[in-house]
């Protein structure tokens, strides 16, 4: 079950996606008991945030949608919270937002030498912060990604938006590839989507006039041709979380053979809490049995073309 994300270690591939259950230190030590093989933490601003106002998140027939407004308790917090889960032995991944361009790299300066996180994750695709989505302007991620690849030797990986347009694929590999990227996690919530409840008339979420980012099985399909996409164009440089829509074993065995590293489930945990590592881990393992691989690099990768 043993795989790696940039060099780091990790006991199975599957850890819990930035965002649900992830702000405070009781929910991160909380992850450091279940079977997530990361720590990974809430995507954190410079100032503490409390968010949008509620109902600013709500699960629904096919996933979620949520315009949680980046609540977290700044990233002083998180790097003191990264000191003390140190003692779980388990790596711990830091989540870096900006609400400005400027913000991304004081951030990591402190993550970097701080040096208590294995991978910085940085969030280039929040589509609720107010602004529009730094992934999707590709002059605004080549500054982000030059004031922050050279401040330490902490793996440094990017969140992604999901792309739909070719010169996009090719376009961010060329920044991920020049700026040493260590790794890509594909892809964040869809952005500016909407769910109405025909009882109310009304969106299910009440920021934003109810458009939120878009999770769960919904997003799935998009999240998969994104990983393959980018596993194509980086052959192998360089590791890929999978992120979308992964509630059961078949959808890890689905990331990994699209090339997938490892992958962050985000819905279900926030519905299950850690019964959701457990099950998918067990149902991974079943599908490995019974087709008779023994390790993750038996068939990472390898979709088979009609
Ligand atoms: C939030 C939502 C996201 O999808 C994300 O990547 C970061 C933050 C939020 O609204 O809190």
């Given at each position: 079950m043993e795989t790696q994300i940039a060099g780091v270690k990790l006991t199975n591939p599957v850890c819990n996606a930035s965002g649900p259950r992830d702000t405070t230190f009781e929910e991160l030590q909380y992850i450091a008991h279940t079977e997530s093989s990361v720590i990974v933490m809430k995507s954190c601003t410079i100032n503490p945030r409390e968010g949008n106002p509620e109902p600013r998140y709500k699960k629904t027939e096919y996933g979620s949608i949520q315009a949680m407004g980046l609540p977290n308790l700044g990233y002083h917090e998180y790097i003191k919270y990264a000191?003390?889960?140190?003692?779980?032995?388990?790596?711990?991944?830091?989540?870096v937002a900006g609400i400005n361009i400027e913000d991304y790299a004081i951030i990591v300066q402190s993550f970097q030498s701080n040096n208590d996180v294995d991978l910085i994750e940085i969030n280039l695709s929040c589509p609720n912060a107010g602004k529009?989505?730094?992934?999707?302007?590709?002059a605004s991620m080549e500054e982000v990604l030059k004031q922050i690849s050279k401040l330490g030797c902490i793996p440094i990986g990017l969140k992604l938006p999901a792309y739909y347009d070719d010169r996009y694929f090719e376009k961010v590999?060329?920044?991920?590839?020049?700026?040493?990227?260590?790794?890509?996690?594909?892809?964040?919530s869809i952005g500016n989507t909407l769910c109405i409840d025909i009882d109310t008339e009304s969106?299910?979420?009440?920021?934003?006039?109810?458009?939120?980012?878009?999770?769960?099985?919904?997003?799935?399909?998009?999240a998969i041709a994104n990983?393959?996409?980018?596993?194509?164009?980086?052959?192998?440089?360089?590791?890929?979380?999978?992120?979308?829509?992964v509630s059961s074993?078949?959808?890890?065995?689905?990331?990994?053979?699209?090339?997938?590293?490892?992958?962050?489930?985000?819905?279900?945990?926030?519905?299950?809490?850690?019964?959701?590592?457990?099950?998918?881990?067990?149902?991974?393992?079943?599908?490995?049995?019974k087709k008779g691989y023994k390790t993750i690099a038996d068939f990472k990768g390898n979709l088979k073309y009609q």
């Open positions: 000191h003390i889960l140190r003692a779980y032995d388990k790596p711990i991944m830091a989540s529009s989505i730094i992934g999707y302007d590709l590999t060329d920044l991920v590839l020049k700026y040493n990227i260590s790794f890509i996690s594909c892809i964040n969106p299910v979420i009440s920021p934003q006039e109810g458009f939120g980012g878009l999770s769960g099985h919904y997003i799935k399909p998009v990983v393959r996409r980018f596993y194509r164009l980086l052959q192998g440089r360089v590791s890929i979380f999978g992120v979308g829509g074993g078949k959808d890890v065995f689905e990331y990994i053979l699209m090339g997938a590293d490892a992958v962050q489930i985000g819905t279900a945990f926030q519905e299950e809490g850690e019964y959701a590592f457990q099950r998918i881990l067990f149902e991974f393992e079943f599908i490995l049995k």
